[in-house]
């Protein structure tokens, strides 16, 4: 599986954009790029996923540059409630296609 | 709510004991995925049934069992349990399970604790 790279930890002011780095230089294929977040001890919450074009939702918006090897996740106006460990996760287009969660990012939105 | 339902929340064990742990998908989905969670290992995947069928295996030890009724709820079986395998245990689902471009929903887990 190709392997995914964050930083551990981040901090955001509650209003600012968050913008969370993922690194996949070794993406290949037809591999999708998905993130998720887990809030305390909660059952990980899927945000967005994209392949190789900007996605946008109702929860995030995900920037996948043109060589794909890596992404960014923008939350536009984090909120106290963002605060979470968020997960970037390549998935696999053949074989097993169970998520591989990595370490993630814990996100620390500030008052 | 992500539609997927486990149960029980919480489970308290002894040590060489067996538990069960219950999984409901979401409605339409037939991929059942389970997860453990530890404080020193984080979400590791277990193992995949899909349409009561084994798809995927992943970091399951030979004391754990998992199966897929007919009716597509799953179920996880923990025999011979140590201090260890105290952990969050997530069940997910998804619609297939065949495709990269696919949700997986997450249920809010089970906490097991082995005493």
């Known amino acids: 599986d190709a392997k995914t790279t964050q930083p551990p930890s981040m901090d955001c002011a509650e209003g600012r954009a968050a913008n969370l780095p993922c690194n996949h230089s070794t993406i290949s294929g037809n591999e999708y790029v998905y993130w998720y977040r887990q809030i305390h001890s909660q059952g990980p919450q899927y945000i967005i996923h994209?392949?190789?074009n900007n996605e946008t939702n109702e929860m995030a918006s995900l920037i996948i540059t043109e060589d794909r090897k890596s992404s960014t996740l923008i939350l536009p106006h984090a909120t106290l409630r963002d605060t979470a460990v968020y997960y970037c996760?390549?998935?696999?287009?053949?074989?097993?296609?169970?998520?591989?969660f990595g370490s993630g990012t814990r996100l620390q939105v500030q008052p | 709510d992500s539609g997927v339902t486990q149960t029980p929340k919480h489970l308290i064990t002894a040590t060489g004991q067996r538990v069960t742990l219950r999984c409901s998908p979401r409605s339409g989905d037939l991929s059942v995925y389970w997860y453990q969670q530890s404080l020193d290992q984080g979400l590791q995947f277990l193992i995949q049934y899909y349409n009561g069928e084994e798809r995927a295996k992943g970091n399951i030890l030979e004391r754990f069992s998992a199966q897929q009724f007919p009716d597509l709820h799953s179920e996880l079986n923990l025999s011979s349990l140590e201090l260890g395998d105290s952990a969050l245990y997530f069940c997910?689902?998804?619609?297939?399970?065949?495709?990269?471009?696919?949700?997986?929903?997450f249920g809010s887990g089970t906490q097991l604790s082995v005493l």
């Open positions: 997910a689902s998804s619609e297939g399970g065949n495709r990269a471009n696919e949700k997986l929903f």
């Open positions: 994209g392949l190789k």
């Open positions: 996760i390549v998935r696999p287009d053949t074989g097993r296609r169970a998520l591989t």
